[in-house]
């Protein structure tokens, strides 16, 4: 079975700066492409970011220019730096993986990591 595991959430003020991780174990392939999700308190689960495995990200408008996805060459590690944060950011922050394409989630999910945008 796949595990994902989070790490970095936190408090923050506005205009600060967090940095995610998401380490992935067990059957994992190379291929899958890895990302981060968040759902605010009454609203859907949404994309963030994803990066495949050729590294090609892909943003929300949301959080383009904001917010920079990276992955380690073994392709089992990714982290989300997020700058210039907005109280609008603050959500539960979910890891994904287990999907080959950009477009669409996998069937694997990280428990989540509070992120709190406030002053």
């Known amino acids: 079975q796949v595990q994902l595991v989070e790490s970095g959430g936190g408090l923050v003020q506005p205009g600060g700066s967090l940095r995610l991780s998401c380490a992935a174990s067990g059957p994992v392939s190379d291929m899958y492409a890895m990302g981060w999700y968040r759902q605010a308190p009454g609203k859907q689960r949404e994309l963030v970011a994803v990066?495949?495995?050729?590294?090609?990200?892909h943003y929300a408008e949301a959080v383009q220019g904001r917010f920079t996805i990276s992955r380690d060459s073994a392709k089992t590690t990714i982290q989300l730096q997020m700058t210039n944060l907005e109280p609008e950011d603050t959500a539960v922050y979910f890891c994904n993986s287990g999907a080959f394409s950009l477009r669409q989630p996998g069937a694997y999910w990280g428990q989540g990591t509070q992120v709190t945008v406030s002053t």
């Open positions: 990066i495949g495995s050729n590294m090609t990200p």
